[in-house]
């Protein structure tokens, strides 16, 4: 593997996101730092996007790349995006003890996005998934409504 990142987070991606939420969500985190200059710094990029989007998009080095990153990681904390690795903060415990317990949906998994991801990752993702037909449309429009509102979401 090229870094030592998990390039799901960077992408704000679940690791079973599809493509095309892999590709919208990289083409909405370009604009963004394309619009906001001051973002870009060590931790996030133009150059570590495009290396997260280039290992995801091929299905060999995204195979790959799979097979080390469950090596180091457990799949759920994959999937819980930052809040799995705040195990001291008290919000990731609550969060992942509410979806653990709970018997709600999982809207994050429905949007194929982390539970940290920025408004613009889950409107971009909704609208990646809102074209495939195989969509159930009134469970992503569900998730979508929960997740735009920050009062709901919180």
Same mark, same amino acid.
């Given at each position: ?5 998990? +390039?799901?987070? @960077? ?10 939420? @892999?590709?919208? $969500?990289? %083409? @909405? ?10 973002? $870009? ?5 133009? %150059? ?5 989007? /280039?290992?995801? *998009? ?5 195979? !790959?790349? =799979?097979?080390?990153?469950?090596? #180091?990681?457990? @799949? ?6 930052? +809040? /799995? +690795? ?9 969060? /992942?003890? #509410?979806?653990?317990? /709970? $018997? *709600?949906? $999982?809207?994050?998994?429905?949007? *194929?996005?982390?539970? =940290? ?17 195989? *969509? =159930? ?10 997740? !735009? =509102? ?5």
């Amino acid at each position: 593997m090229i870094e030592r990142r998990n +390039f799901y987070r @960077i992408l704000h991606v679940q690791p079973d996101a599809s493509m095309a939420v @892999i590709e919208e $969500n990289y %083409r @909405i985190l370009l604009e963004k730092l394309k619009k906001h200059p001051e973002m $870009n710094g060590p931790n996030w990029n133009a %150059r570590l996007l495009d290396v997260a989007y /280039s290992t995801l *998009q091929d299905p060999s080095k995204r195979a !790959a790349y =799979d097979d080390e990153l469950l090596q #180091r990681y457990h @799949i759920k904390n994959l999937s819980q995006g930052a +809040f /799995s +690795f705040n195990q001291g903060n008290a919000t990731g415990k609550q969060w /992942s003890e #509410r979806a653990t317990n /709970s $018997n *709600q949906r $999982n809207y994050y998994r429905i949007l *194929q996005i982390q539970p =940290d991801a920025p408004a613009s990752v889950i409107k971009a993702s909704y609208i990646a998934l809102k074209k495939n037909a195989q *969509q =159930d449309k009134t469970l992503l429009e569900e998730a979508y409504r929960i997740l !735009a =509102d920050p009062v709901k979401r919180r």
